[in-house]
Protein backbone atom coordinates (compact mmCIF):
# COMPACT_ATOMS: atom_id res chain seq x y z
CA UNK A 1 0.00 0.00 0.00
CA UNK A 2 1.11 3.58 -0.68
CA UNK A 3 0.33 6.64 0.76
CA UNK A 4 0.90 10.03 -1.12
CA UNK A 5 1.13 13.88 0.45
CA UNK A 6 0.69 17.08 -0.75
CA UNK A 7 2.40 20.05 -0.46
CA UNK A 8 3.57 23.42 -2.36
CA UNK A 9 0.00 25.19 -1.72
CA UNK A 10 -0.55 28.88 -1.09
CA UNK A 11 -1.47 32.27 -2.25
CA UNK A 12 -0.51 33.42 -5.59
CA UNK A 13 -1.01 36.27 -8.09
CA UNK A 14 -2.57 36.20 -11.57
CA UNK A 15 0.22 35.27 -13.41
CA UNK A 16 2.42 33.91 -10.96
CA UNK A 17 3.79 30.06 -10.71
CA UNK A 18 3.36 27.63 -7.70
CA UNK A 19 4.91 24.05 -7.62
CA UNK A 20 3.14 21.47 -5.94
CA UNK A 21 5.09 18.18 -4.90
CA UNK A 22 3.42 14.61 -4.28
CA UNK A 23 5.99 12.49 -1.81
CA UNK A 24 4.95 8.67 -1.49
CA UNK A 25 6.04 6.35 0.84
CA UNK A 26 4.97 2.74 1.93
CA UNK A 27 6.02 1.68 -1.59
CA UNK A 28 8.20 2.18 -4.82
CA UNK A 29 6.30 4.82 -6.72
CA UNK A 30 7.27 3.88 -9.98
CA UNK A 31 4.87 0.96 -9.68
CA UNK A 32 2.17 3.74 -9.14
CA UNK A 33 0.51 6.15 -12.14
CA UNK A 34 0.04 9.52 -10.16
CA UNK A 35 -2.84 11.63 -10.71
CA UNK A 36 -3.78 15.12 -9.59
CA UNK A 37 -6.93 16.37 -9.58
CA UNK A 38 -8.61 20.00 -8.25
CA UNK A 39 -11.58 20.72 -6.31
CA UNK A 40 -13.07 24.22 -6.30
CA UNK A 41 -15.65 25.23 -3.90
CA UNK A 42 -19.14 24.33 -5.17
CA UNK A 43 -17.34 22.53 -8.48
CA UNK A 44 -17.00 18.54 -9.00
CA UNK A 45 -13.50 17.40 -8.78
CA UNK A 46 -11.54 17.68 -11.89
CA UNK A 47 -8.69 15.45 -13.03
CA UNK A 48 -5.64 18.14 -13.96
CA UNK A 49 -2.61 15.70 -15.28
CA UNK A 50 -1.47 12.15 -14.94
CA UNK A 51 2.11 10.65 -15.09
CA UNK A 52 2.57 6.48 -15.53
CA UNK A 53 4.85 4.87 -13.39
CA UNK A 54 7.57 3.70 -15.85
CA UNK A 55 6.92 5.20 -19.47
CA UNK A 56 6.23 8.69 -18.65
CA UNK A 57 3.07 8.94 -20.33
CA UNK A 58 1.31 12.04 -19.36
CA UNK A 59 -1.97 13.53 -19.64
CA UNK A 60 -3.08 16.92 -19.08
CA UNK A 61 -6.48 18.59 -18.96
CA UNK A 62 -7.40 20.66 -21.80
CA UNK A 63 -7.79 23.77 -18.86
CA UNK A 64 -4.00 23.48 -18.26
CA UNK A 65 -2.51 22.56 -21.41
CA UNK A 66 0.85 24.26 -22.33
CA UNK A 67 0.53 26.09 -18.93
CA UNK A 68 0.73 22.78 -16.64
CA UNK A 69 4.23 20.44 -16.21
CA UNK A 70 3.64 17.19 -14.38
CA UNK A 71 7.33 15.24 -14.01
CA UNK A 72 8.41 12.79 -11.80
CA UNK A 73 11.34 11.70 -9.93
CA UNK A 74 11.21 8.06 -8.56
CA UNK A 75 14.62 8.35 -6.68
CA UNK A 76 13.01 10.71 -4.40
CA UNK A 77 9.61 8.79 -4.56
CA UNK A 78 8.28 12.33 -5.64
CA UNK A 79 5.87 13.65 -8.36
CA UNK A 80 5.84 17.16 -8.79
CA UNK A 81 3.19 19.33 -11.08
CA UNK A 82 4.55 22.71 -11.92
CA UNK A 83 1.79 25.07 -12.37
CA UNK A 84 2.39 28.60 -14.62
CA UNK A 85 0.80 31.56 -15.91
CA UNK A 86 -2.02 30.86 -12.75
CA UNK A 87 -5.28 32.25 -13.03
CA UNK A 88 -8.34 32.99 -10.73
CA UNK A 89 -9.87 29.83 -11.99
CA UNK A 90 -7.20 27.72 -10.89
CA UNK A 91 -8.36 28.15 -7.42
CA UNK A 92 -9.05 25.24 -5.95
CA UNK A 93 -7.90 22.55 -3.46
CA UNK A 94 -5.42 20.20 -5.35
CA UNK A 95 -5.17 16.47 -4.20
CA UNK A 96 -2.53 13.76 -5.68
CA UNK A 97 -3.64 10.19 -6.14
CA UNK A 98 -2.01 7.06 -6.47
CA UNK A 99 -3.33 4.19 -8.68
CA UNK A 100 -1.56 1.35 -10.59
CA UNK A 101 -3.78 2.06 -13.56
CA UNK A 102 -2.72 5.21 -15.85
CA UNK A 103 -5.64 7.64 -15.76
CA UNK A 104 -8.26 6.50 -13.76
CA UNK A 105 -10.67 8.51 -12.61
CA UNK A 106 -11.37 7.02 -8.85
CA UNK A 107 -7.61 6.48 -8.09
CA UNK A 108 -7.23 3.84 -4.61
CA UNK A 109 -4.44 6.05 -2.78
CA UNK A 110 -5.64 9.95 -2.04
CA UNK A 111 -3.55 12.50 -0.50
CA UNK A 112 -4.86 14.90 2.33
CA UNK A 113 -4.73 18.17 -0.36
CA UNK A 114 -3.30 21.49 -0.57
CA UNK A 115 -5.48 24.31 -0.82
CA UNK A 116 -4.13 26.92 -3.83
CA UNK A 117 -5.84 30.50 -4.04
CA UNK A 118 -4.87 32.49 -7.10
CA UNK A 119 -6.16 36.06 -6.23
CA UNK A 120 -4.52 39.71 -6.60
Known amino acids: QVHVAESGGGLVQPGGSLRLSCAAS????????IGWFRQAPGKEREGVSCISGRDGRTYYADSVKGRFTISRDNAKNTVYLQMNSLKPEDTAVYYC?????????????WGQGTQVTVSS
Open 26 to 33: GSTLDYYA
Open 97 to 109: AADRAFGTRVPAY
